[in-house]
């Protein structure tokens, strides 16, 4: 059985946190709930819903279910004014092309959701062949282990052998839960320290960095 | 001879950092330079042409100092598109009329330029008293310690009773350089730890809680 890798997508191998942030700010202050970009920042990765209740709660103002939805589509609609093409992270491309050749198992678990996630995975060159979990396939997105465990199962591959790679806080805390060891990024703007206190076994600069250290992860490709 | 305070501008009392890193990614890509969000959010706070020859050295594409103030100008449109408002962070308007109504002397530096800076100190209720010195007033920006030093000196404080507030590891290190304590808040999107490995004796989350915690920095108002 070979060693399996599990990618977060948003900030692990697309550079899309800085615009999710500036996105979510303006969405979040049009609906009246004015929020500092750094508290966005380190809830980036959580689910939309989860994310926005969390703001919401924060500032001592609940929400209804039709705001909480108001707010993801209208920062959903901010992203991709913002933001009009992808763009994949140094190595990302390379790094999946690498795994696919020397047939390393990989997918890819994100609190995303298609038909958003679409354009990123197509400019990964990710096919049909590869395992993708989004936030619609579970019930509960990160933190919870769910993503992982549904990219895991629809794998085939044992929990022991995954090596969850994520750039914030989340994904190394959901990857714990699921019982898997992770490794980080600094992609999404994490510091060193945050990732590899959250449980991160190595902490890389970006996929290209990722792609050249395999075998200190005991991945010999 | 009582204790005194320097602040950063951008990111320590303004809620600027994220639309900064969003507008200057837009001005690299505009101009050829396409470079990742985190490495922009990391640089923040250095000045801005110091930062887009960075930026322009790590792309191995040379720049013209025609082309650096095209980029710096595109920067500056971007932003105030996108920010039309500034926004205080929290406890910053208190924090600041607390020092004043207890004269402990306090003074702004930072690497901004009028009157680029100037609706960030209007909304902050600073006055014609208070000593700012802006990035035009000296010869070299942050990491060097050049706008610290012209602010205590303009301010009449020793070095030894100036405590230096910044948001960046730029702030840490250059108030080190000018043999100044400093403290850090998480406003900018750093972690606590990469703020206390550049110097900072004590690291608050935001100005309210700094100002809540004046005393255990030896400053009682």
New interface residues.
Partial sequence: MARALIFDLDGTLI?T???H??AW?RALAEAGL?I???R???RIGMSGGLFTRAVARELGRPLSDTEVEEIQRRHGELFRE?VPER?P??GAVDLLAHLGEAEVPFGIATSGRRPEIDASLEVLGVGADVVVVERGDVLRAKPEPDLFLACQERMGVHIRDVTVVGDAVWDLLAARRAGMLSVGL?????????LARAGAFRVYR?PAELNASLDELGIVP
């Fill in positions: 550079d946190v800085y615009a942030v500036f700010q004015p500092e970009g750094w966005i920042h380190r913002l763009r992270l140094p600094l992609t999404g703007g994490y510091g060193e320290d945050e970006d």
